[in-house]
């Protein structure tokens, strides 16, 4: 059974339980009210006749029978007798005895009772009068109070069922429109495939568990969606680092085993393949502190690194990587004095593959023209602008090169994987540095910034 059946069954099922108890109360009501106002009306008609019978002496009996009938309302099987001391009928010509002595006498014990023989009601009364003492017993049957309790009991029914209904229909009316929310969460959850991680549900503006339900469900698939992002992105990070390094490898290798060469020969080439299997052992590891660092910050294994050191090590590299096809030029302008003003602590391997990352597509979208790299500082920080001479980044692309996977659609434009400018702009960040960039047709500079701590 659906929520919002149960919902508008269970509160079916108390509001008529409810109901059900205030019907009963005011149905038993009714009947003792009515029962004790009969009761009332006998005790009335006790005393008239005591004032008919016993004080209008010099009246005769047939007299005031006449004006009891003429002026009294005859209750149905209305039975009024008067017994004097010695328990026998007086003053009504009707002699049959009708009470037994026992309740004449527990009537002149107690002056007052009421009982009830099934349909028909009593009123005993003890009366002291100068002819003697009496005991008056009125009774009767309350007809039309039991017609009325039965049309009464009739529309309560009545009553209960179309309340019931309306309650029903009325509460599960309530219950799609409180439950509206989690029917459009679930069409949402229903949305979601493995190839759109990144749809969220509604999460609306009331305040309430739906709401919260939402909130949370959206903060989970944050995290999914980090997760199966970090597992694509590390194999791409991976294959993106590692193809210079093993590219080098081949080729030391190749030049190696090309001709017998002379000891000295062969331990330069193996020192060199030593050198570029540490830089691919410090790349991998690192690449996996940046996979880790996606899910927890600071778990980074840090150290201070000087920013200018670090531009002339990557020219050098540069140099040797295009074997003097272009240069990347490095320029220092308004440097500080103190030399720890250009440091920062961060993991030297990340951030080296931040800055290379966007050097590599300074030179791809040039087209292998000369890159230029200036270090500037002021009272704030430092800077590193990093320009190329290439056609520049399209408006349609500026938005979203740093999401990951994304390349340009121009045709004339060098293709890559798409994960260099994101993996740059997640290092730079997770450095506290700045990454932007400015673009014209003559040319992109992005500018690489850290702020004094």
């Known amino acids: 059974m659906k929520i919002k059946d149960r919902l508008a069954l269970y509160f079916t099922l108390i509001s008529t339980t409810v109901l059900l108890a205030v019907l009963f109360t005011v149905y038993f009501i009714f009947i003792k009210f009515l029962e004790s106002d009969f009761y009332d009306r006998l005790n009335d008609r006790a005393f008239i006749n005591a004032k008919l019978y016993l004080e209008a002496d010099e009246i005769s009996a047939d007299s005031l029978r006449r004006v009891k009938i003429a002026y009294l309302e005859t209750l149905h099987g209305e039975v009024v007798r008067i017994y004097d001391s010695k328990n026998r009928p007086r003053f009504i010509k009707d002699q049959q005895q009708f009470w037994t002595s026992d309740v004449i006498n527990q009537v002149r014990k107690v002056g007052k009772v009421r009982f009830k023989e099934g349909m028909r009601q009593t009123v005993g009364v003890f009366y002291r009068d100068n002819q003697g003492d009496f005991v008056i017993l009125a009774s009767a049957i309350d007809q039309s109070t039991y017609s009325r309790i039965?049309?009464?009991?009739?529309?309560?029914?009545?009553?209960?069922?179309?309340?019931?209904?309306?309650?029903?229909?009325?509460?599960?009316?309530?219950?799609?429109?409180?439950?509206?929310?989690?029917?459009?969460?679930?069409?949402?959850?229903?949305?979601?495939?493995?190839?759109?991680?990144?749809?969220?549900?509604?999460?609306?503006?009331?305040?309430?568990?739906?709401?919260?339900?939402?909130?949370?469900?959206?903060?989970?698939?944050?995290?999914?969606?980090?997760?199966?992002?970090?597992?694509?992105?590390?194999?791409?990070?991976?294959?993106?680092?590692?193809?210079?390094?093993?590219?080098?490898?081949?080729?030391?290798?190749?030049?190696?085993?090309?001709?017998?060469?002379?000891?000295?020969?062969?331990?330069?080439?193996?020192?060199?393949?030593?050198?570029?299997?540490?830089?691919?052992?410090?790349?991998?590891?690192?690449?996996?502190?940046?996979?880790?660092?996606?899910?927890?910050?600071?778990?980074?294994?840090?150290?201070?690194?000087?920013?200018?050191?670090?531009?002339?090590?990557?020219?050098?590299?540069?140099?040797?990587?295009?074997?003097?096809?272009?240069?990347?030029?490095?320029?220092?302008?308004?440097?500080?004095?103190?030399?720890?003003?250009?440091?920062?602590?961060?993991?030297?391997?990340?951030?080296?593959?931040?800055?290379?990352?966007?050097?590599?597509?300074?030179?791809?979208?040039?087209?292998?023209?000369?890159?230029?790299?200036?270090?500037?500082?002021?009272?704030?920080?430092?800077?590193?602008?990093?320009?190329?001479?290439g056609v520049g980044i399209h408006q349609d692309d500026a938005l979203q090169i740093y999401q990951p996977f994304y390349t340009s659609s121009k045709e004339n434009t060098p293709k890559g994987n798409g994960m260099g400018l994101y993996m740059a702009h997640k290092i730079i960040t997770l450095a506290k540095g700045e990454l932007s960039f400015k673009s014209t047709e003559q040319g992109t500079t992005f500018y690489i910034r850290f702020a004094y701590l």
């Open 150 to 389: 039965g049309k009464l009991r009739i529309s309560m029914i009545a009553t209960f069922f179309v309340i019931a209904i309306g309650l029903l229909l009325s509460s599960r009316w309530i219950a799609n429109r409180i439950l509206k929310p989690l029917n459009v969460f679930i069409s949402d959850v229903k949305n979601i495939k493995s190839n759109n991680l990144d749809y969220r549900v509604q999460e609306g503006n009331n305040k309430d568990e739906i709401n919260l339900l939402a909130q949370n469900f959206n903060q989970l698939m944050d995290h999914l969606e980090q997760a199966f992002i970090l597992q694509k992105t590390f194999v791409a990070n991976a294959s993106h680092e590692l193809r210079t390094p093993i590219t080098s490898l081949l080729m030391e290798a190749e030049i190696a085993l090309n001709q017998p060469r002379s000891t000295e020969e062969y331990q330069k080439a193996l020192r060199s393949v030593i050198e570029d299997v540490d830089k691919m052992n410090a790349t991998i590891n690192s690449l996996l502190s940046l996979a880790q660092a996606d899910l927890e910050l600071g778990n980074l294994q840090t150290d201070t690194i000087r920013i200018d050191e670090l531009l002339w090590r990557l020219q050098m590299e540069w140099q040797r990587r295009n074997a003097g096809k272009a240069t990347l030029h490095i320029q220092m302008e308004n440097l500080p004095t103190q030399s720890e003003k250009l440091t920062i602590v961060f993991n030297p391997p990340l951030l080296e593959i931040a800055f290379n990352n966007i050097i590599a597509n300074a030179f791809k979208f040039s087209h292998q023209q000369d890159v230029y790299c200036i270090l500037s500082a002021n009272e704030l920080g430092f800077e590193v602008a990093i320009k190329d001479q």
